[in-house]
C-alpha cells in the first residue's frame, strides 16, 4: 500500500454496537475511521481534520443527524465531504429531509457489510 493515501470516514451513531461494528468492517490499510457518539461530537471531529465521507445517523442525542448534516453542507470547511445517512429512519419523508439537507445518499439499517464496503470503495475510486 505504498504511496496509497489514507481514506479517513467519519460514523456518528449513538449505538456502541454500531460504531465497533463499521469500524471493525471498514477500516483496514487504507481506510481509517473515526467515530462519533452524538451529533455535537461529529460536528467537532468533522472541523477537527478532512474527512472523504461521513456516515451519519438520523436519530442521535442532542442534535439529530438532518441538522448536523445542513450544518456540515453550510461550512465551507466541511460542505464538500459527501455524506450518507445511516439509519433505521426509513420513510420517504425522512429520505427527503435528509436529500433537502444535502445528504449524497442513504443506507437503511439494518444494512449490509458489504453495501458500506462497495460504499468506501467507489468513493476511493472517485477521489484517485
Known amino acids: 500500500m505504498a504511496g496509497e493515501a489514507t481514506f479517513r470516514v467519519l460514523l456518528c451513531d449513538d449505538e456502541p454496537v454500531i460504531r465497533e461494528l463499521v469500524r471493525t468492517m471498514l ?21 477537527s481534520r478532512p474527512f472523504d465521507l461521513i456516515l451519519l445517523d438520523i436519530v442521535l442525542p442532542g442534535m439529530d443527524g438532518i441538522t448536523v448534516c445542513r450544518l456540515l453542507k453550510s461550512d465551507p470547511f466541511t460542505s464538500r465531504v459527501p455524506i450518507y445517512m445511516l439509519t433505521a429512519k426509513a420513510k420517504a419523508a425522512d429520505v427527503e429531509s435528509a436529500k433537502r439537507a444535502g ?17 468506501v470503495e467507489e468513493m476511493q475510486k472517485k477521489r484517485l
Open 27 to 47: 477500516s483496514s490499510g487504507s481506510v481509517e475511521v473515526d467515530v462519533a457518539p452524538d451529533g455535537v461530537e461529529c460536528l467537532k471531529a468533522a472541523k
Open 103 to 119: 445528504a449524497d445518499g442513504y443506507i437503511n439499517k439494518p444494512f449490509k457489510g458489504a453495501e458500506l464496503m462497495d460504499l
